[in-house]
């Protein structure tokens, strides 16, 4: 899954040498290299009829790329005293309302049938459980940002320090 295609909010970002009170990066799960690793093997398929090292050769490159996409594309969850930061993304702490965390079913309607078509999304597919972070900022239509976290109540808990 990827980040919402809405307009990314135009925030201040944080300033250098403030300390972090929540960081987590959202790395891929195993089984996504696993499927990366299958789908490279794909290329030997292709390549084999060539010769046995170019479906070898096709096979690393494939992988190779793929790592390199899933390694770039991997958003983090940054909290400061002054600054929440998801993924591209970046607001001032002061227009961060409450924040509340979602498991299993709860997060499945957050993702889906309760989801709001103006919020900001950073959601994974291999990451359950998710946060719902309200935007009090009176000019910005966002009215919340949802963010994938591997550990949503030590977001929360950050936030709302």
Known sequence: MSESSAAMPAHNSSSPGT???????LWPTIWIWVIAAGLAGAGILVFAPISMAAGYTAAAVLFAIMAVMLVLSTPTITVTAETLQVGRASIERRFVGAATSFRTKEASAERGTRLHGLAFL???????????????DPSDRTPYWLASSRRPEELVDALSR
């Not at 300390?19 to 990066?25: P, R, V």
């Open 122 to 136: 950073c959601i994974r597919g291999w990451i359950d459980p998710v946060v719902r972070i309200e935007i009090t």
């Open 19 to 25: 300390a972090e009170l929540f960081s987590e990066k």
